[in-house]
Each structure stands twice: as structure tokens, then as C-alpha cells.
């Protein structure tokens, strides 16, 4: 049975010379009807000739190439041209005419090369028609043919017009494209430098503190220990993260939010880095990005502290209102960063860019005894 429903769909996958070809036929079998001879296009106006067999087969070169004038209109034009040309010189004087119009508009939109020199040839070939009819006994006059010529002029420049309408919305999609591309690759490209370089950082102040371990057994045990649980966090994050950037994933994953920042801050003390948490309030139900971009924060700014303050007391405070979270992350420069990877600038840039986009305030300054301070205030009720 006939799904009519998919026809409209089946209609628009079709080839272009099946869409174009009912336009063909439409216009073909109507310059056949008796009513409508002689109420076609007179160039020439000279007396009417009834129609015969050649007749029909002027009609059939004038509407059937319309059948490829998205396909081929070079071709298309080419044999319009012509079925009209001889259409008017034995004054049959068809609705055929109407495809040479059709026809120009068409070679203007779809006409891909060698454009100028068609127009020219389309103007030259014009000469010698007018010619023609003159020579048979026309009473056009200059005048009428100037007045033709011109509006078949019109009907290539409107076709051209819709040409460099199409090309400059393709131009802006394509645009569009790159910018949506490039935000993307940024989004995915400051993910894993949040989720990688904490987790890295983490298991090389690790490794770097095991060295120094050999002489006790069960201190050691327990650096390699968090070493591991390190590693397998690092993992488990960046499969949560691919499968968040796999266009199939479940919406309802979330990102990693400010209810575990006490997860983050356990793995960083067992990292060696001394770390006072302190939290207030509690997060709105509404609170949406604004929880994981402040617990991007602390994660970046823990981060840092191991990277270049390892083993320096470190606070945390985190407060929750109605409205923002705010997130103050600061250290005393105290410690030492030995065996910790340099920096990028990467990290901070990207902390910059995420509160910036929430509509917030960000700030990462040195202490003047030491250390850094990174203060966020990030306005809450953003949906995720």
C-alpha cells in the first residue's frame, strides 16, 4: 500500500530532471491547446500560420530541454533558443514562447561556467533573428526588438540575482559552519585540559613524592595506591567525557558539579596538598551550569596549587546564594613544585572564558606574601 505521507519526501530526493520535467509537459500540452493558439509570444508579428506537424515539433524543442535546466542549461538555453527562434520565423506564434524566459532565469541561476560568453553568444544569435523576421516582412521595427532584447535581459539578470543570493546564504552557512566547528573543537579541547591535566598533574606529584618512599613500605604502599585510583579516575572521567561529546550520548548524563567538589578535594589532599574546604548553602535546584563551571574552578585552581605551590596550605570556600555561587581558591605559596609539570596559561584562560559566558566575574592575582587567589562569582539559574 501507498504511503502517501512519504511522498513529499520521496518527491524533494528525486533527481532535479524528475522535479523539473511536470513544468516540461504542463507547458507543452498547454501550447497545444486549440483555445490558446496564436496567443503566444509575437516577436515578429507576422500573420499567424496554423498549426501542423513541424508545429509540434517546435513545441517539443522549445519546453521539453526544460526538463535539464538545472541539470544542463547550457544545453537547455540552447534549444530554447532555437524552437523559439523558429517558432516566431514560421508565426506560429505558441505558449511555447513562455520557456524562453524560464529558460534564461534558470541558465542565470545554474549555470556554473563560461557565463559571459554564453550571455554574448545569447546576444549575438539575437541579431540575426531580428534580421530574419525583418527580411520576412515584420513591422516591429527597431524599437520593438530593443524593447524584447531587454526583457530577456531582465530575465537573466533576475536569474543572476537569485544566483548571488544563493551563493552569499551559502557563504554565510558555511561561515556559520566553521565558527560552530571552532567553538566546538574549543569547547572539547578545554574539557580535556580540565579533566587531563588535573588527573595528570595528580599522579606525577604522586609518583614524585613515591620516590622518596622506598625506606617505609606502607607509605609507599599507599602512594602508589593513590597513584592508581588516580589513573582510574583520570579514566573514568575522559570516557564520561567522550560519551558527553558523542552526539548519541543520554541527555540525562551531567558533567561533573559543585555536590562533588569533596571528591575533588580528597583526591588532592591524597595528593599530598594540604586543603581546607569549606562550603555554604547549599546549591539551587536551578543552578544548572553555574555548579559545574564552579567546580571547574576549583579543580583548575587546585590544580595549580599542586603544579606550583605543592605541599602549601591551600582553602577552599565555596558559598551558595539564591543567585551565584561564589568560589574563592587561595594558597600561601609556601611549598615547593618540584617534580610538577609547568603551565600552559590554558587553564586559566578557559576559567576566564566559562564565567565570562555565564554572565560572571572572574579574577586569578598573586598575593603579595606569596601564593594566588582565584575569586569566581557566577550567577546561578542557567539551565544546563
Given at each position: 500500500?501507498?504511503?502517501?505521507?512519504?511522498?513529499?519526501?520521496?518527491w524533494?530526493r528525486?533527481?532535479?530532471t524528475?522535479?523539473?520535467?511536470?513544468?516540461?509537459?504542463?507547458?507543452?500540452?498547454?501550447?497545444l491547446?486549440?483555445?490558446?493558439?496564436?496567443?503566444?509570444?509575437?516577436?515578429?508579428?507576422?500573420?499567424a500560420?496554423?498549426f501542423?506537424?513541424?508545429?509540434?515539433?517546435?513545441?517539443?524543442?522549445?519546453?521539453?530541454?526544460?526538463?535539464?535546466?538545472?541539470?544542463?542549461?547550457?544545453?537547455?538555453?540552447a534549444?530554447?533558443?532555437?524552437g523559439?527562434?523558429?517558432?516566431?520565423?514560421?508565426?506560429?506564434?505558441?505558449?511555447?514562447?513562455?520557456a524562453?524566459?524560464?529558460?534564461?532565469i534558470?541558465?542565470?541561476?545554474?549555470?556554473?561556467?563560461?557565463?559571459?560568453?554564453?550571455?554574448?553568444?545569447?546576444?549575438?544569435?539575437?541579431?540575426?533573428?531580428a534580421?530574419?523576421?525583418?527580411?520576412?516582412?515584420?513591422?516591429?521595427?527597431?524599437?520593438?526588438?530593443?524593447?524584447?532584447?531587454?526583457?530577456?535581459?531582465?530575465?537573466?539578470?533576475?536569474?543572476?540575482?537569485?544566483?548571488?543570493?544563493?551563493?552569499a546564504?551559502?557563504?554565510?552557512?558555511?561561515?556559520?559552519a566553521?565558527?560552530?566547528?571552532?567553538a566546538?573543537r574549543?569547547?572539547?579541547?578545554?574539557e580535556?585540559?580540565?579533566?587531563?591535566?588535573?588527573h595528570?598533574?595528580?599522579?606525577?606529584?604522586?609518583?614524585?613524592?613515591?620516590?622518596?618512599?622506598?625506606?617505609?613500605?606502607?607509605?609507599?604502599?599507599?602512594?602508589?595506591?593513590?597513584?592508581?585510583?588516580?589513573?582510574?579516575?583520570?579514566?573514568?572521567?575522559?570516557?564520561?567525557?567522550?560519551?558527553?561529546?558523542?552526539p548519541?550520548?543520554?541527555?540525562?548524563?551531567?558533567?561533573?558539579s559543585?555536590?562533588?567538589?569533596?571528591?575533588?578535594?580528597?583526591?588532592?589532599?591524597?595528593?599530598?596538598?594540604?586543603?581546607?574546604?569549606?562550603?555554604?548553602?547549599?546549591?539551587?535546584?536551578?543552578?544548572?551550569?553555574?555548579?559545574?563551571?564552579?567546580?571547574?574552578?576549583?579543580?583548575?585552581?587546585?590544580?595549580?596549587?599542586?603544579?606550583?605551590?605543592?605541599?602549601?596550605?591551600t582553602?577552599?570556600?565555596?558559598r551558595?546564594?539564591?543567585?551565584?555561587?561564589?568560589?574563592?581558591?587561595?594558597?600561601?605559596?609556601?611549598?615547593?613544585?618540584?617534580g610538577?609539570?609547568g603551565?600552559?596559561?590554558?587553564?586559566?584562560?578557559?576559567?576566564?572564558?566559562?564565567?565570562?559566558?555565564?554572565?560572571?566575574?572572574?579574577?586569578?592575582?598573586?598575593?603579595?606574601?606569596?601564593?594566588?587567589?582565584?575569586?569566581?562569582?557566577?550567577?546561578?539559574?542557567?539551565?544546563?
Open positions: 500500500m501507498i504511503d502517501f505521507r512519504r511522498l513529499p519526501d520521496l524533494r528525486s533527481d532535479v524528475v522535479r523539473d520535467l511536470p513544468l516540461a509537459l504542463l507547458l507543452a500540452v498547454t501550447s491547446l486549440p483555445a490558446l493558439h496564436d496567443y503566444g509570444t509575437q516577436l515578429g508579428d507576422l500573420p500560420r496554423p501542423d506537424a513541424t508545429a509540434v515539433l517546435v513545441i517539443a524543442l522549445e519546453c521539453l530541454p526544460l526538463v535539464v535546466r538545472r541539470r544542463w542549461p547550457a544545453v537547455c538555453i534549444l530554447v533558443s532555437l523559439f527562434a523558429l517558432d516566431q520565423l514560421r508565426a506560429y506564434h505558441t505558449a511555447a514562447g513562455t524562453l524566459p524560464i529558460a534564461l534558470s541558465t542565470g541561476v545554474h549555470l556554473e561556467r563560461h557565463r559571459r560568453v554564453t550571455m554574448v553568444l545569447l546576444s549575438l544569435a539575437y541579431v540575426p533573428l534580421v530574419a523576421l525583418d527580411r520576412t516582412g515584420s513591422a516591429e521595427g527597431p524599437v520593438g526588438y530593443v524593447t524584447f532584447y531587454l526583457a530577456l535581459v531582465l530575465a537573466w539578470s533576475a536569474g543572476a540575482w537569485l544566483r548571488s543570493g544563493r551563493a546564504e551559502a557563504e554565510g552557512r558555511r561561515r556559520v566553521e565558527a560552530t566547528r571552532a566546538e574549543t569547547r572539547i579541547a578545554r580535556l585540559h580540565d579533566v587531563v591535566t588535573h595528570v598533574t595528580a599522579m606525577v606529584v604522586q609518583a614524585e613524592a613515591a620516590r622518596y618512599l622506598t625506606a617505609a613500605p606502607d607509605r609507599l604502599d599507599a602512594a602508589l595506591s593513590a597513584v592508581t585510583d588516580t589513573g582510574r579516575r583520570a579514566i573514568s572521567d575522559l570516557r564520561h567525557l567522550l560519551d558527553l561529546l558523542n548519541d550520548h543520554d541527555s540525562d548524563v551531567g558533567m561533573p559543585a555536590v562533588e567538589l569533596h571528591t575533588l578535594v580528597e583526591q588532592t589532599r591524597r595528593a599530598g596538598q594540604p586543603v581546607e574546604f569549606a562550603e555554604e548553602g547549599r546549591p539551587a535546584e536551578s543552578a544548572g551550569s553555574a555548579e559545574f563551571v564552579a567546580y571547574r574552578v576549583v579543580q583548575e585552581s587546585l590544580t595549580n596549587a599542586l603544579k606550583h605551590a605543592h605541599g602549601s596550605r582553602d577552599v570556600r565555596v551558595y546564594g539564591e543567585k551565584e555561587i561564589l568560589v574563592v581558591v587561595s594558597t600561601d605559596g609556601s611549598g615547593s613544585r618540584a610538577s609539570p603551565g600552559s596559561g590554558r587553564g586559566l584562560a578557559g576559567l576566564r572564558e566559562r564565567v565570562d559566558a555565564l554572565g560572571g566575574e572572574f579574577s586569578a592575582d598573586r598575593r603579595t606574601g606569596g601564593g594566588f587567589v582565584v575569586r569566581a562569582r557566577i550567577p546561578a539559574g542557567n539551565p544546563s
